[in-house]
């Protein structure tokens, strides 16, 4: 007997437990939307993190290499340096010694000294 009034309940409020039924299964759809999103969300913000990181790491070992090149370059610069010093110092060393060479053949023997001017620098000898 009480299935019967619920029955005649249903059948007179029909519109009405579909109106309720339909708003129920609405507010359960949302609440379904909304966890998805949510987890979506979650998810995008975990990988901007990792994504973050990898930039991050990325970023560091490009300072690394950096840093390890231009400390090559110093090194290299320093080195540059030195060998054109070295060679500036021998350079003034034979230059002074060609000079002192000149002059004591100068004083010696001023023929063989035109001779040999004029052979390096291929130049005419007039008188």
Do not use: G, P
């Not at 005649?8 to 609440?31: D, G, P, Y």
């Not at 390890?68 to 110093?74: M, P, S, T």
Request: proline share 0%; hydrophobic share 35%.
């Amino acid at each position: 007997m009480n299935w019967a009034k619920i029955l005649q309940f249903c059948l007179k409020h029909w519109k009405e437990i579909t109106v309720v039924v339909s708003l129920l299964a609405v507010s359960i759809k949302t609440r379904m939307d909304y966890h998805a999103l949510n987890k979506a969300y979650e998810i995008s913000q975990e990988e901007t993190k990792e994504r973050i990181e990898a930039l991050q790491y990325i970023h560091s070992e490009e300072l690394a290499r950096r840093d390890y090149a231009i400390e090559q370059y110093k090194d290299s610069l320093e080195e540059l340096t030195e060998t054109f010093e070295k060679s500036q110092r021998d350079l003034e060393e034979e230059r002074q010694k060609k000079t002192k060479q000149f002059e004591q053949q100068f004083s010696q023997d001023k023929e063989a000294l035109t001779s040999e001017i004029i052979s390096t620098f291929n130049f005419e000898y007039l008188e």
